[in-house]
């Protein structure tokens, strides 16, 4: 029996690497393109799945599908009265309620996915307070990169909120969107997935299990963990870090792949609670992987 156990959330049997967008915003609030045009464009660019997600409006995807080879997810961003939370796999519109926390409970209670949406926005780089983020139950991740917040005020990266929530135990999963208004916002940023099928129900299964990983250029072609050995394999990293509570890098190699050991010592390691892969690539593309638990047993 091993001393330190790793949860790995990664597939191990079959599956199909699937790259798509969570957000982005049509005519039907304020984006500037027809779902036709958003949806033509990132078929063009070989997505295999999207999400329209209009601010407190409902897009009915099912009209569109038959345009498309994509696979498309009923969203919306329920975005009047507090901080923006995207809503993905369910058909309507939810009631934007001032207390965010019905919000989120509505979302699961329908069987939906809940994104905290790019927490380091506006002026105060705080459109999610930090303590009022702790206190909400039930997410299933935050977008720990938004593409929009590059052309606006804020930090389009959160990770630093996101290995804050972890360490405190409030596991959440991390998401890299566009949040796309116009043709420029296309393309800079996407969730990757290991789906068993091209359909809404394999694909929502998926990122609810944490079996996907954020990115704006590295892609990554495999991960693996074996006992206490992560090992992970992209296409074009450049340094590949290992981050844990609190920030803490663990270790940083500078290569397209890397393995490495947690280290043989229950007691200090169980501290660590987790660790998650970052990655760095050319012209300041990076990746990110999905935290894997440490356990003691
Ligand atoms: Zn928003
Ligand atoms: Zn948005």
Redesign the pocket.
Known sequence: MPMIQLLNPYCTGDFTWLKGNL?SHTLFSDGERSPEDVIADYQQRGYDFLAISD?DFYVPVERYQQGTTMTLLPAA?V?ALG??I?QIGIPLRIEPDADRQRVLDDIRARGGLAIL??PN?EWHFN?FRHEFMEDLEGATGLEVY?G?IERLEGSALASDRWDRLLSMGNWLWGFAND?SHRARDVGVAWNVVQASEATPAAILQAFRQGQFYASTGVVINDIRVDGASISIRTENAQRIRFVSRWGVVRASVDSEQAQWQVPDEPKQVAAWRYVRIECYGPRGQMAWMQPIKIEIP
């Open positions: 957000h601010h961003e975005t901080p923006h995207l949406n790019h926005w459109h938004n929009v949040d």
